[in-house]
């Protein structure tokens, strides 16, 4: 009896073990999947309170530079999504010569962590706005930063100065929901 009992559970710590080691790739990429996804919905969210003045076209250019993996995926199902004033259309920004090309065709820039790799102009053109993943604290560009906090959750910080630079207007709303930037995040 005790043989057997034996051989059931080891046989159990075996397989669980084996479980573990085969899931936890799979949780690991989609708990990563679940943030790439989270802050593409800001993303898209952050769009929606936007107002470009000059841009009185149907659809917005978002501009994705160096958008890889998950990050990508996520993008991609903005395409399928319309607001109701107007479509978005997600442009891939993979390399210098492409940035080159679209800057001024974009109405927003979203630079995902994998993206710093890619420069970006000392000043983006009027009407552009950038979004980026945990940014230099010093990069005057950045309009909304999205930051991760130290209870691992993700917030947004607005520059109203980079707003302003680039000739938007932001709803009060999102301006209300924004955490105000500390000296630190300057």
Request: hydrophobic letters at 40%; aromatic letters at 6%.
């Amino acid at each position: 009896m005790l043989g057997r009992w034996a051989k059931v559970t080891g046989r159990r710590l075996v397989y669980s073990g084996v479980g573990v080691l085969l899931f936890t790739p799979f949780f690991v990429a989609s708990a990563n999947a679940s943030e790439a996804s989270l802050r593409v919905a800001f993303v898209y969210n952050f769009l929606k309170f936007i107002e470009w003045p000059a841009h009185k076209d149907q659809s917005v250019s978002l501009c994705a530079l160096g958008a890889e993996g998950v990050t990508r995926q996520a993008l991609a199902q903005l395409e399928k999504k319309t607001q109701p004033q107007r479509q978005t259309r997600v442009v891939y920004l993979d390399k210098t010569a492409d940035l080159d090309q679209h800057l001024n065709s974009c109405q927003m820039i979203y630079r995902p962590a994998s993206g710093e790799r890619i420069s970006l102009p000392a000043q983006l053109p009027p009407g552009v706005l950038l979004v980026a993943d945990e940014p230099d604290p010093r990069d005057g560009r950045v309009a909304i930063a999205l930051l991760r906090t130290s209870d691992n959750r993700i917030e947004f910080v607005i520059n109203e100065q980079a707003i302003e630079s680039a000739g938007v207007k932001v709803s009060s709303q999102l301006l209300k929901l924004a955490k105000k930037p500390t000296m630190e995040r300057r």
